[in-house]
């Protein structure tokens, strides 16, 4: 069905809609100074794109970000913090840190001994940076990351912490990084989301969607999560029946018919949302296959992300389609390591040896050769990667030592790591003490490593915002600094 492209729509006008407007109007007037604060993308034509590029609020190299996600709390003394301090203290009390409180005052009252690392440590790279032998492929790329140290978390329980470092927040419902960067920056590629997400193939992290939801945001920036198998977003594929042309004459229609409805209507921006939703799925069928078509991609390249090796195959695979989103204009991508809290995941409470060599060998050598395929193609100025966890463990376990010993929870020890961009390559921000429990000064917030993400990409925490029951809402909740001196 074929409808004219020039009607235009006439509809009486009551007297109470005019009268209603007026009113509404000098509300306007007293708001006009607070909206003046709010994001650009805040105040664009609702019958835009949601989606549409926008420009950042400052100059910024990186466009795309990658930000890779490990579940379950990986040890960052078994990492990337050498403490000599711990083998001497092997299966001793840890001594009494000073001004103890929280969650590790708790931890520390019980029968507890202190856990030396079984790996081996040396310096690489001009800088130094010590790492373990878990990571001898990243390890070759030490000159390229900085290093952030003692980033506190504010719970030790991994679903908040996973909510915390993934969306700002301890509760669920609040949008995640991904979500503001979409809403701030939207996307260059129409025909794909702005935000994608790959999870492990094996399953879902802890609080699973909401990881990538868009919380009180509108819904088209939530991230949408690509499959690594099969149709790559789930119902997708047009159905056999159907023709293009008949999907399209039928999306037409629908399209003419939702406008005419919502132009009734102009303040229900989701019905606006719902059909740019349309139009997008109808462009993905034919990019998203195209895209997760790996057959082109030659030897050299499939080796570098392990995709010959089982072990590193499947992340490998997830990094190589990061690599192809970055390329294909997509401006943000989750890649999730870890399933929920199993034997898949960095949680090693028992045995940390044998889970830190497991879950390292999967992933050292994938991201290894995503940074190393960035940079050779020109693309790594312009990708911001970061490397996170929800938490760090304790350089100690409760109990006594046994023949396999783990670790406990610590949100005061998480490392991070970035690379890219305007990143100052090489430096390290903050220092734990000589045990890798907690900084040494004051610790660095998530909220603010939040803020220095934002500020890499462009945009301003502070006029990022989102107006959500009343209140002006942004990622940091409260506001965070940027960490000026992880910045070139």
């Not at 050292?364 to 938490?391: C, F, H, N, Y």
Request: aromatic share 8%; with cysteine; net charge neutral.
């Amino acid at each position: 069905m074929m409808l004219p492209s020039d009607i235009t729509e006439y509809s009486p006008v009551s007297r109470r809609h005019v009268l209603q407007n007026a009113f509404n109007g000098v509300g306007t007037l007293a708001l006009g100074h607070l909206l003046s604060t709010v994001s650009q993308a805040e105040t664009q034509s609702p019958f835009l794109s949601p989606l549409s590029e926008r420009p950042a609020h400052h100059r910024r190299k990186a466009k795309h970000c990658i930000f890779l996600f490990m579940q379950g709390g990986v040890s960052q003394v078994d990492s990337f913090e050498y403490k000599p301090e711990l083998q001497r203290l092997h299966g001793k009390p840890l001594p009494e840190p000073p001004d103890i409180a929280g969650e590790l005052q708790g931890r520390l009252s019980f029968p507890h001994v202190c856990v030396g690392s079984p790996f081996h440590f040396s310096q690489h790279g001009e800088t130094g940076r010590y790492f373990s032998n878990l990571f001898p492929h990243l390890a070759q790329h030490a000159d390229d990351l900085a290093f952030i140290h003692g980033v506190k978390t504010d719970n030790q329980n991994h679903g908040p912490s996973t909510l915390h470092v993934t969306t700002g927040s301890q509760f669920h419902g609040s949008p995640s990084v991904g979500s503001w960067v979409s809403y701030g920056l939207g996307t260059t590629n129409q025909n794909m989301p702005g935000y994608v997400v790959i999870q492990d193939p094996r399953g879902a992290p802890v609080n699973g969607a909401a990881v990538w939801g868009n919380g009180y945001l509108p819904a088209s920036y939530q991230g949408t999560l690509l499959r690594s198998k099969g149709t790559p977003i789930l119902n997708l594929d047009r159905s056999d029946n159907l023709s293009r042309h008949q999907q399209r004459q039928e999306l037409d229609t629908l399209r003419w018919l939702n406008r005419k409805h919502r132009n009734q209507r102009q303040e229900n921006l989701e019905l606006e949302a719902r059909i740019q939703a349309y139009e997008l799925a109808f462009r993905m069928q034919i990019a998203a296959p195209e895209l997760m078509n790996l057959s082109r991609e030659s030897d050299h390249t499939r080796k570098l992300y392990g995709l010959e090796d089982p072990v590193t195959a499947n992340f490998g695979h997830q990094c190589l389609l990061a690599r192809r989103l970055v390329e294909s204009g997509v401006r943000y991508t989750l890649l999730v390591h870890g399933v929920q809290i199993n034997q898949h995941s960095w949680d090693d409470h028992g045995n940390v040896k044998d889970g830190m060599i497991k879950h390292s060998r999967e992933v050292d050598a994938p991201i290894a050769g995503l940074l190393t395929d960035l940079k050779q193609r020109g693309m790594l100025d312009e990708t911001l990667v970061i490397w996170a966890s929800e938490m760090g463990r304790t350089p100690f376990k409760n109990g006594t030592l046994g023949d396999k010993p783990g670790r406990e929870h610590n949100s005061y020890g998480l490392v991070m790591w970035m690379a890219g961009g305007d990143v100052k390559a090489g430096v390290t921000i903050g220092q734990t003490d000589p045990f890798g429990l907690r900084s040494t000064g004051d610790p660095i917030p998530i909220r603010n490593v939040h803020a220095t993400i934002l500020h890499l990409l462009g945009l301003d925490d502070q006029r990022l915002r989102y107006l959500h029951a009343g209140r002006f809402r942004q990622l940091t909740d409260i506001g965070g600094s940027v960490i000026e001196n992880l910045i070139s």
